[in-house]
C-alpha cells in the first residue's frame, strides 16, 4: 500500500525553506540564493523512500506586505500551509527566540 503527505515549509525570507527541500528531496528543485524573496511561488519537492511519499511545499517567505506582489507572495505562503498535513516552520535563528 502507497502511502503519501504533504509537508508545508515555512518561514520568514532566507530561513533556508528552499535548502531544506532540496536537501530532502536530493536534487535541486528550488533556487537557493541570498537574496531575500527570491521564490516567489509554492514549489513542490517529492521524496521516495520505499512506498512512501512525502510532497515537500516551498513556500515564499511570511513578511509584512507593502505592495500587491507582497500579498499575494504571503496568500500563497498560507495556501501552501493550508492545504498541508505537516507544518514545518523554518526559523534562521532559533537562540534569537530565548530571552
Given at each position: 500500500?502507497?502511502?503519501?503527505?504533504?509537508?508545508?515549509?515555512?518561514?520568514?525570507?532566507?530561513?533556508?525553506?528552499?535548502?531544506?527541500?532540496?536537501?530532502?528531496?536530493?536534487?535541486?528543485?528550488?533556487?537557493?540564493?541570498?537574496?531575500?524573496?527570491?521564490?516567489?511561488?509554492?514549489?513542490?519537492?517529492?521524496?521516495?523512500?520505499?512506498?512512501?511519499?512525502?510532497?515537500?511545499?516551498?513556500?515564499?517567505g511570511?513578511?509584512?506586505?507593502?505592495?500587491?506582489?507582497?500579498?499575494?507572495?504571503?496568500?500563497?505562503?498560507?495556501g501552501?500551509?493550508?492545504?498541508?498535513?505537516?507544518?514545518?516552520?523554518?526559523?534562521?535563528?532559533?537562540?534569537?527566540?530565548?530571552?
Amino acid at each position: 500500500m502507497t502511502k503519501a503527505g504533504f509537508v508545508a515549509l515555512i518561514g520568514e525570507p532566507n530561513a533556508g525553506k528552499s535548502t531544506l527541500l532540496n536537501r530532502m528531496v536530493g536534487a535541486k528543485v528550488s533556487i537557493v540564493t541570498h537574496k531575500v524573496q527570491t521564490t516567489r511561488a509554492r514549489i513542490r519537492g517529492v521524496a521516495m523512500e520505499g512506498d512512501s511519499q512525502i510532497v515537500f511545499v516551498d513556500t515564499p517567505g511570511l513578511f509584512k506586505p507593502r505592495r500587491r506582489l507582497d500579498r499575494a507572495m504571503v496568500a500563497a505562503a498560507w495556501g501552501g500551509a493550508a492545504d498541508a498535513d505537516i507544518i514545518v516552520l523554518l526559523i534562521e535563528n532559533p537562540m534569537s527566540c530565548w530571552p
